[in-house]
């Protein structure tokens, strides 16, 4: 028997609305599964470590020697011990206390931070976690609360979703920036944009409408960054980037508008991203690197046409049997993107639906009946 190990609470304390109040514990929600590197001297196989200095003598000073300082002017500081910033808080350090409940459609995005999940702190909380669960849902609003944790105070959204709490720590509005007075070359207002100009792109991006499924989604940076460690680590050669896509030529814009959307009714969303950036072959250094490490381009859901050679026909023809048997074209993409997983099929995680189902279809039969 396997027995899994529960996480532990990052922060205990108490969730309370008006007289009533329930013992809490916090989870995090989410984590990264980023690749974490070593510092490594160039050169050698010795590892690089960070040391808590003493500026002025060069000399390594213990973590209990360290306290806080809040510069008064260069060189003159205000000393503040861990204990007395815990004593100008006593209560809230230890309590989310809801002081209103807020419609969640009034809350912009941009003030949302960090999620993490709020479970009852035992089991014999568990029927006043529930009364609280099972109100907020019905009343689809978010309780709005302050609290200390880790030496900081948040302003935290606690809500009823899947059947549980989660708390929602938020910017402070003087925390958010406004974006007039921070981004650059934003247009104005006069700015011109024709009525067949807007319309196209709204049929565009109606033709591109999916719906929302977490799994369809990967962290590509990450995965190719492992391929790029197991590639050095196997001698093997290493895909170089082809470099960002060029900006739409304005004079163009209807132009290149007009041929997604022909891309994008073909079914063959790769080109429709290609069309975003029409640009000679073979030229400049960009070029080079694609045509030395270029993914090939595969048909996708694409029909063929006339002008394909007999050999991609009769390769199209050997695979449809295969693909008729497996159905690969009722499969989601998360689905193929497995299946490319377990036959390691290189490029994977920069394909589209349709190219994964196309390196599917030409994956021997007999290898891709053992993956599935």
Known sequence: MVV???ARPIWTGVLSFGLVTVPVALYSATESHSVSFRQIQRGTADRVRNKRVNERTGEEVPYSDIVKGYELAEGEYVIVEPDELERISPGRSKTIEISGFVDLDQVDPIYFDTTYYLGPRGKEYAKVYALLQKAMARSNRAGLALFSMRGKEYLTAVKSEGGILSAHTMHFADEVRDPRREVDNLPDEQIAVSEKELSTAEQLIDMLATDWNPDDWHDTYAEQVRDLVQAKAEGREIAISEGP????????????LERSLAAAGSGDQKEAADVRQPQEKGSGAAAGRGTAHRQPKTAGTKKSTSTSTPAKAN????????????????LTKAELYKRATDLDIPHRSTMTRGQLQDALEHTPAGKRRRSA
């Open 4 to 6: 899994v190990a529960m």
């Open 245 to 256: 896509a060029e900006a739409t030529n304005v004079v163009d814009l209807m132009a290149v």
């Open 315 to 330: 390769a199209r023809k050997s695979t449809s049997t295969a693909s008729a048997q497996e159905n690969l074209g009722a």
